[in-house]
Nanobody, 120 residues
Framework: VQLQACGGGLVQPGGSLRLSCAASGSIFSINDMAWYRQAPGKQRELVAAITSGGTTNYADSVQGRFTVSRDNAKNTVYLQMNSLKPEDTAVYYC???????????????WGQGTQVTVSS
């Protein structure tokens, strides 16, 4: 199983970016999917999460600016980031809680991370 994240880059304050993360390989089902971020010298923190049914959860710092969504047919989760601020600068990681077989336990897999830099 692999999670491939993409869409990061350099953007000016107030700008937008859209991240995507696709899960591939032997997958039976995917439950929760989420985005985390880690800024230099800081701990990794949850940014947004979405259940298989579409229920979402956001960090207070991004509420109203970021939107998490998913396409279950494509095993892909997205993060639309608007009104970006310099403090949003970080490496963004996706993860997915999934089963590779119907009898397998739920395990968490991580993507490789994509850099988001917000600077003028």
């Amino acid at each position: 199983v692999q999670l491939q994240a993409c869409g990061g880059g350099l953007v000016q304050p107030g700008g937008s970016l859209r991240l995507s993360c696709a899960a591939s390989g032997s997958i039976f089902s995917i439950n929760d999917m989420a985005w985390y971020r880690q800024a230099p010298g800081k701990q990794r923190e949850l940014v947004a999460a979405i259940t298989s049914g579409g229920t979402t959860n956001y960090a207070d710092s991004v509420q109203g600016r970021f939107t998490v969504s998913r396409d279950n047919a494509k095993n892909t989760v997205y993060l639309q980031m608007n009104s970006l601020k310099p403090e949003d600068t970080a490496v963004y990681y996706c993860n997915a809680q999934l089963r590779i077989r119907s009898w397998s336990p739920n395990l968490i897999y991580w993507g490789q991370g994509t850099q988001v830099t917000v600077s003028s």
